[in-house]
T-cell receptor, first 115, second 119 residues
């Protein structure tokens, strides 16, 4: 079984400040990890994903995340927040079984960006 | 590329009626599609996995007879909420997995969601 825990349902940062959204996972097999962003009343957009290889993954809109196996973490960061980054962010985990795998989502973190 | 559409984007219906939501992959074929439900300020809950030409696989606790899923073609899956009640009001999101995977860990592409309100 796999699960995802996102610490902090609501994070507020000032424009230009560092963004750090936390995600810890639990998986019995090597995980594939994702970060998605959801703007109000919209579907999910993939920010970045980790499958294998380099543990520091760069995504769209200046976001990146680092897979740390020893800490079972996949935290999302952005050096400088922009007002347009305000949205809901979901961390997700899946395991590849040779067929379509299921995504298990965390409960989400709402990012607020203030002036 | 990899665009998924949903129709309608918003629907209001009376209690007891049925509502059909369409999910289309516009520029790729999708053997597998997924249906999620999202409650206000909550995460996405997988309802069912829809496979083209076969019966959908429902998650535990999801009523098959209430949430009818049909995946008749490689680009279209439908979710019908039968005899809808106010507690069925929610945001329903579909996703599609390309039939031809760019890599073994290809991601699901999500639709924009459908807001269902049952009066």
């Amino acid at each position: 079984a796999q699960s995802v825990t996102q610490l902090g349902s609501h994070v507020s940062v000032s424009e230009g400040a560092l963004v750090l959204l936390r995600c810890n996972y639990s998986s019995s097999v090597p995980p594939y990890l994702f970060w998605y962003v959801q703007y109000p009343n919209q579907g999910l957009q993939l920010l970045l994903k980790y499958t294998t290889g380099a543990t520091l993954v760069k995504g769209i809109n200046g976001f990146e995340a680092e897979f740390k196996k020893s800490e079972t973490s996949f935290h999302l960061t952005k050096p400088s927040a922009h007002m347009s980054d305000a949205a809901e962010y979901f961390c997700a985990v899946t395991t590849y079984t040779g067929t379509a795998s299921k995504l298990t989502f965390g409960t989400g973190t709402r990012l607020q960006v203030t002036l | 590329g990899a665009v998924v559409s949903q129709h309608p984007s918003r629907v209001i219906c009376k209690s007891g009626t049925s509502v059909k939501i369409e999910c289309r992959s516009l520029d790729f074929q999708a053997t597998t599609m997924f249906w999620y439900r999202q409650f206000p300020k909550k995460s996405l809950m997988l309802m069912a996995t829809s496979n083209e030409g076969s019966k959908a696989t429902y998650e535990q606790g999801v009523e098959k007879d209430k949430f009818l899923i049909n995946h008749a073609s490689l680009t279209l899956s439908t979710l019908t909420v039968t005899s809808a009640h106010p507690e069925d009001s929610s945001f329903y999101i579909c996703s599609a997995l390309p039939s031809v995977l760019a890599d073994p860990w290809d991601t699901q592409y999500f639709g924009p969601g459908t807001r269902l309100t049952v009066l």
